[in-house]
């Protein structure tokens, strides 16, 4: 009844639930089975996704700071070679003439075991000396371009 004593039309009624407040069977059941495993396997296939993009940006991330480490190393290796009219022994050499403040970690695999390559190094035109004159990666692993570690 409305407030002038007249019933409300009955469509009303049941568009607003049954009289007396409670709602329909179907939504007091809550979800079915199917839709349950609709909703997770949606949620399982976007967490793989963003599990492989979390992955690779990762490893961009660790080649763009094994590139960066390369390049600091090589520098100290020729400001060394200049500075000192020789080759350093070793990159501990580097270190301790403060060209470096430490040997740094290989970022991909995690170890200081940098593959050093050893030459003869032209200091001017009279003098030659024997030391490191380049360093690479000591990861035998693939990096994301398809070349190994070591090639870098």
Not at 16 to 34: E, K, N
Not at 62 to 83: G, P, S, W
Not at 129 to 146: E, I, L, M, T
């Amino acid at each position: 009844m409305n407030h002038t004593g007249k019933f409300v039309h009955s469509a009303v009624r049941t568009a607003c639930g049954r009289a007396g407040g409670s709602a329909s069977p179907r939504a007091q059941r809550g979800f079915t089975l199917l839709e349950l495993m609709i909703v997770i396997s949606i949620i399982l296939i976007l967490i793989s996704v963003a599990a492989g993009l979390y992955q690779k940006s990762v490893q961009r991330a660790r080649e763009a700071v094994l590139k960066q480490d390369l390049q600091t190393m090589r520098e100290a290796i020729d400001n060394y070679t200049m500075d000192k009219q020789q080759a350093p022994q070793s990159l501990q050499d580097l270190v301790d003439a403060h060209y470096l403040r430490m040997v740094p970690i290989d970022p991909v695999c995690q170890r200081d075991d940098w593959e050093l390559h050893f030459g003869d190094t032209v200091i001017s035109p009279d003098q030659t000396g024997s030391g490191v004159d380049d360093v690479h990666s000591g990861c035998d692993q693939v990096a994301s371009d398809g070349t190994s570690y070591t090639a870098w």
